[in-house]
Antibody, heavy 115, light 111 residues
Framework: EVQLLESGGDLVQPGGSLRLSCAASGFTFSSYAMSWVRQAPGKGLEWVSHISGSGSYTYYADSIKARFTISRDNSKNTLYLQMNSLRDEDTAVYYC????????WGQGTLVTVSS | QPVLTQSSSASASLGSSVKLTCTLSSGRVSYIIAWHQQESGKAPRYLMKVEGSGSYNKGSGVPDRFSGSSSGADRYLTISNLQSEDEADYYCETWDSNIAVFGGGTQLTVL
């Protein structure tokens, strides 16, 4: 059974940093592209970033480009999202998702950016 | 990049059928889309992929009541024999040039 478990969400001040993790199990992690998708309170789904199975290729939404970095450690079956220079508008539940389009979703982790 | 258009809301009676629509922007009528269901306060759940041909491929455990179809730039999700647990937000997703795009979502109310 595919399982994706996000962690790392927290309350952080504007301008701060946070690193999210997504622990994957139940499939051959290195064979699949992985994505981060976020959902602001009361809003729809917004794609943030994705990374190829090998980790060689990364892609970002314009709204977070140059502030966020996606990475993965295939030896640990873990996906990461390093978030820097956080803004109020980055407040959201962040989901990791397997494959493109997403065929499995994690339960999400809440990031709140507020002073 | 493509745009996916969904109606913001829909409603149907318990036991009836409803057909939700996701419309691809111009020039992308062949694109595959995915449908996701999100119940209130929960994570999204993958339902199926729908191709331009109208064929669809459901995720594991998705009830037979859910089906997909296609016509031109429109991709459909049909839910038959509506149940109370089908009340949720439904999102479509597609990909283009390594960028994912989501529709704005349809809030389905079961009356």
């Amino acid at each position: 059974e595919v399982q994706l478990l996000e962690s790392g969400g927290d309350l952080v001040q504007p301008g701060g940093s946070l690193r999210l993790s997504c622990a994957a199990s139940g499939f051959t992690f290195s064979s699949y592209a992985m994505s981060w998708v976020r959902q602001a309170p009361g809003k729809g789904l917004e794609w943030v970033s994705h990374i190829s199975g090998s980790g060689s290729y990364t892609y970002y939404a314009d709204s977070i480009k140059a502030r966020f970095t996606i990475s993965r450690d295939n030896s640990k079956n873990t996906l990461y999202l390093q978030m820097n220079s956080l803004r109020d508008e980055d407040t959201a539940v962040y989901y990791c998702a397997k494959d493109r389009p997403a065929t499995h979703w994690g339960q999400g982790t809440l990031v709140t950016v507020s002073s | 990049q493509p745009v996916l258009t969904q109606s913001s809301s829909a409603s149907a009676s318990l036991g009836s059928s409803v057909k939700l629509t996701c419309t691809l922007s111009s020039g992308r009528v062949s694109y595959i889309i995915a449908w996701h269901q999100q119940e209130s306060g929960k994570a999204p759940r993958y339902l199926m992929k729908v191709e331009g041909s109208g064929s669809y491929n459901k995720g594991s455990g998705v009830p037979d009541r859910f089906s997909g179809s296609s016509s031109g730039a429109d991709r459909y999700l049909t839910i038959s024999n509506l149940q109370s647990e089908d009340e949720a937000d439904y999102y479509c997703e597609t990909w283009d040039s390594n960028i994912a795009v989501f529709g704005g979502g349809t809030q389905l109310t079961v009356l």
